[in-house]
Nanobody
Framework: QVQLVESGGGLVQAGGSLRLSCAAS????????AGWYRQAPGKQREWVAS???????NYVDSVKARFTLSRDNAKNTLYLQMNSLKPEDTAVYYC????????WGQGTQVTVSS
């Protein structure tokens, strides 16, 4: 089993920044990919960014050049630095880790006011 705990969400004005954290514990050796999804009110969950075990990152087009995904292997923590936030970034953000199966965090709310 892998446990994921997100933090760092909140309310920010458009143009501002937030950093989300995802602390992982458990059978981390089984994880090959990790990242973030988000779900806005009334919309389907959307993949945002991922990082492979080799450190390769990928982003959905709408966040490229604004969001940066990184990890601290010593702390088993994933970070999503979000800059130049827009109202359309408002959503619940979910951390995930994929190995023998996909594990999810509980989600953290990000609200961007205009």
């Amino acid at each position: 089993q892998v446990q994921l705990v997100e933090s760092g969400g909140g309310l920010v004005q458009a143009g501002g920044s937030l950093r989300l954290s995802c602390a992982a514990s458990g059978r981390m050796f089984s994880i090959t990919t990790a990242g973030w999804y988000r779900q806005a009110p009334g919309k389907q969950r959307e993949w945002v960014a991922s990082i492979s075990s080799a450190g390769t990152t990928n982003y959905v087009d709408s966040v490229k050049a604004r969001f940066t995904l990184s990890r601290d292997n010593a702390k088993n923590t994933l970070y999503l630095q979000m800059n130049s936030l827009k109202p359309e970034d408002t959503a619940v953000y979910y951390c995930y880790a994929r190995g023998d199966k996909t594990y999810w965090g509980q989600g953290t709310q990000v609200t961007v006011s205009s």
